[in-house]
């Protein structure tokens, strides 16, 4: 399991956790930390053919497009107690979506992508004089492919 770590609007991680039994007991434990580029909003792993792949949105606001960094992560490298840096990473471009994208996720399964945007909540859709440029009002389905054609 993974969960953001934002501590400004600079900096941030995200922390990698695992189920482990003490005393018969599940518990979490803290397993690693991999950077986050700044405001990132949301974050997939997806592990294909014996490879990880990371893909992190970053919102661009109402009016700018969202961006998605794509990475290859070398998951041995993910060690307790260390940050492993995206520039340690392998680095395969980005994705241009429309704007306010937050949340990816991926079926393990199916290998369908979904993301979710904030554009259509109120809030954003119905600002007098500063809408958000392009509204998204539900949920997209995509492929991994569409996101990382090298696999």
């Known amino acids: 399991m ?4 934002t501590f400004s609007r600079t900096t941030g991680t995200m922390i990698g956790f695992r189920v482990k039994n003490v005393l018969g007991i599940p518990r979490l ?3 690693g ?12 792993l997806a592990d294909i ?6 893909a992190i949105s970053v919102s661009g606001g109402r009016v700018n497009p969202s961006t998605v960094y794509r990475y290859e992560v070398d998951m041995s490298k993910v060690e307790k107690g260390k940050v492993l840096k995206l520039e340690d990473c392998r680095d395969l471009g980005t994705l241009e979506l429309p704007p306010m994208m937050e949340e990816i996720t991926i079926d393990p399964e199916t290998l369908a992508v979904y993301t979710q945007f904030e554009s259509a909540s109120s809030p954003y859709s119905a600002v007098e004089g500063n ?6 009002d539900r949920v997209c389905i995509s492929t991994l492919e569409d996101w990382f054609p090298e696999v």
């Open 2 to 5: 993974w969960v953001g770590n």
């Open 49 to 54: 053919n014996g490879k990880t792949y990371l």
């Open 29 to 31: 434990v803290r397993d």
């Open 33 to 44: 930390e991999i950077e986050m580029p700044v405001l990132a909003q949301g974050a997939m």
């Open 131 to 136: 809408p958000c440029k392009s509204i998204v």
